[in-house]
């Protein structure tokens, strides 16, 4: 285990829990990292990230990737900024994926730029309006002829 000492700078350092001593994370402690995480044996090549992808759409960066080759499509990713172990598989791939539907964080990975969201989201939400007022509108004479007929059966009319 890492203890993180945060420092008023926003610089932080990280101390293992056993001696005190400092830890960098370079690629050795991101594998020992992942296999603590994963709970078996990381492959012996981890792969520097740079740039946000599909798997690390957001978060520090660089951070380290360790690429297992299972089933599930298993990779580790380790960030040496926050010390943050990330594990990501098919499933919880797709989980993120539907959250993202929710959010709409596909469509800010699809386009950089957030005024265009910003748009987006503005014409989607007139469209919806617009929708919801055309249903209204179109479910009116039918109210109107149900409040009739029942005010004639109750004999209020």
Avoid: C, W
């Avoid at 995480?37 to 990737?65: K, Q």
């Amino acid at each position: 285990p890492l203890y993180q000492a945060r420092f008023a700078a926003k610089s932080s350092l990280f101390l293992r829990a056993t001696d005190g001593s400092e830890v960098m994370i370079t690629a050795g402690p991101a594998r020992t990292m992942a296999e603590a995480a994963v709970g078996r044996p990381a492959p012996s090549g981890a792969i520097e990230v740079r740039t946000h992808d599909a798997d690390y759409p957001s978060g520090a960066l660089p951070i380290f990737r360790l690429v297992y080759g299972d089933d599930k499509k298993t990779s580790v990713d380790v960030s040496p900024r926050t010390a943050e172990v990330r594990v990501n598989d098919s499933r919880r791939r797709m989980r993120r994926m539907v959250g993202s539907l929710h959010t709409f964080g596909s469509l800010r990975a699809l386009i950089r730029s957030p005024a265009t969201v910003h748009q987006l989201f503005i014409f989607a939400s007139l469209v919806s309006l617009l929708v919801v007022l055309t249903g209204y509108v179109l479910a009116l004479p039918r109210r109107r002829r149900r409040r009739i007929a029942d005010r004639r059966v109750s004999g209020k009319v």
